[in-house]
Each structure stands twice: as structure tokens, then as C-alpha cells.
């Protein structure tokens, strides 16, 4: 069974802020993804990554899938009160279903 | 973009009736679609994968028995929570998956549905 773990488990920071939050495994997946989830709303896709080292960026976000392919590291840059939510990383090991992380719980106050 | 609805967006229900949550890819066909459930200010755990034309597949520790799952055609799953009791409230959400993908989007991308608040009284 793979596990994921994500860190830190809550952020509150200020607008303007940047940040990281992480998402690690003993396992190595085939292919890892972060969603941002609202209350009551399902999780949206931002990101997939399937190359160790890969790093994509969309607008003020970069994400990073580690060379092991076992971590990832989502960074905001400039945080904004829209990026408030949960941020759950999801990895996928070969022939096996997505498992979600625990998420991280952000909250970026104005 | 790929669209899932579930119907209903919430129900109340009492303690010992069934209830049945429809999911729906509205601008694709799923030949696979999962079921997850979660608690308040808690992470997705997944509930079973549901496959168009067979079974479903259920994780450890999810009793078949109580949540029925059917993949009657390719874009339509139902969740069927049997017997109700309060615990079972939660937020259930369902996902599909575009198995040809699309230009940029692989065919691991998974679309979540809305999710269905369910509690029993």
C-alpha cells in the first residue's frame, strides 16, 4: 500500500507570501498530481507530473516531481486569497489507482 | 474541458433508508469512474472503482453489500448507500476517467464530480 504524506498539514500566511508545500512516499509512483479542493466542492486538477525532475509551472505555481519520483513540491509565489483550499498531492504506482495524501489546508489571509 | 455532474448535490435521509447518488461524465465516455468518500477536513479515500460492463472493484474495508455500485453505460455510475445509519454521512465524490484522453491531457487525468453531501439522521 503506498502512502503519502504532505506537509505542512495547515499554512495561514499573509497576502504576498510565498510558500511550499510537499508531498513524499517510500513509493515511486508512475505518475503524481495536485488538486486544489474547496468546501463542499470536488478536487480540481492544477497538475500531472510523470518525469523525475520534471518541474511545470502554471502562472504562480511551480511544481516539482522529485528525481526518484517519489516527492513532489508545489510553490506559490505571491500568494493571493483565491489560493485558499485544500491542496491534496495523489500518486499513482504502476497499475495501481491513485491514493491521495492527507493535504495541506491553506489559508492566505488579505 | 470533461464535465461530471452527480445528482443529488445533497441529501437528507433517515436512519435506514437507501440512498442512490447518480455520476455522470456528461462530454466523454468513462469506461472507468471511482467513488471516494470524505470526512470533514479529511483527505479523499477511495471507495471502489467502478468499471462499465462489470463489477466494481472495492477497496478493503468497504462492504459491497452496502454500497452498491452500478456502471450501467458509459457515462452514468450509481453509488447506492443501503441502509443508512449516521455514519455513513459524509461527502461523496465520484471521478471518471477519459480513457482516449485528449490533446495535452493524459489518460490518467481523473474529473471529479461536485459531490454529494449526504447526511443521515
Known amino acids: 500500500t503506498q502512502l503519502l504524506e504532505q506537509s505542512p498539514q495547515f499554512l495561514s500566511i499573509q497576502e504576498g507570501e510565498n510558500l511550499t508545500v510537499y508531498c513524499n512516499s517510500s513509493?515511486?509512483?508512475?505518475?503524481l498530481q495536485w488538486y486544489r479542493q474547496e468546501p463542499g466542492e470536488g478536487p480540481v486538477l492544477l497538475v500531472t507530473?510523470?518525469?523525475?525532475?520534471e518541474v511545470k509551472k502554471l502562472k504562480r505555481l511551480t511544481f516539482q516531481f522529485g528525481d526518484a519520483r517519489k516527492d513532489s513540491s508545489l510553490h506559490i509565489t505571491a500568494a493571493q486569497p483565491g489560493d485558499t483550499g485544500l491542496y491534496l498531492c495523489?500518486?499513482?504506482?504502476?497499475?495501481?489507482?491513485?491514493?491521495f495524501g492527507p493535504g495541506t489546508r491553506l489559508s492566505v489571509l488579505p | 474541458g470533461a464535465v461530471v455532474s452527480q445528482h443529488p448535490s445533497w441529501v437528507i435521509c433517515k436512519s435506514g433508508t437507501s440512498v442512490k447518488i447518480e455520476c455522470r461524465s456528461l462530454d466523454f465516455q468513462a469506461t472507468t469512474m471511482f467513488w471516494y468518500r470524505q470526512f470533514p477536513k479529511q483527505s479523499l479515500m477511495l471507495m471502489a472503482t467502478s468499471n462499465e460492463g462489470s463489477k466494481a472493484t472495492y477497496e478493503q474495508g468497504v462492504e459491497k453489500d452496502k454500497f452498491l455500485i452500478n456502471h450501467a453505460s458509459l457515462t452514468l455510475s450509481t453509488l447506492t448507500v443501503t441502509s443508512a445509519h449516521p455514519e455513513d454521512s459524509s461527502f461523496y465524490i465520484c471521478?471518471?476517467?477519459?480513457?482516449?484522453?485528449?490533446?495535452?491531457?493524459?489518460?490518467?487525468?481523473?474529473?471529479f464530480g461536485p459531490g454529494t453531501r449526504l447526511t443521515v439522521l
Open positions: 495523489a500518486g499513482r504506482g504502476y497499475g495501481q489507482n491513485f491514493v
Open positions: 507530473v510523470v518525469t523525475g525532475g
Open positions: 471521478s471518471a476517467r477519459d480513457p482516449f484522453g485528449g490533446q495535452g491531457v493524459s489518460t490518467d487525468t481523473q474529473y
Open positions: 513509493s515511486v509512483f508512475s505518475s
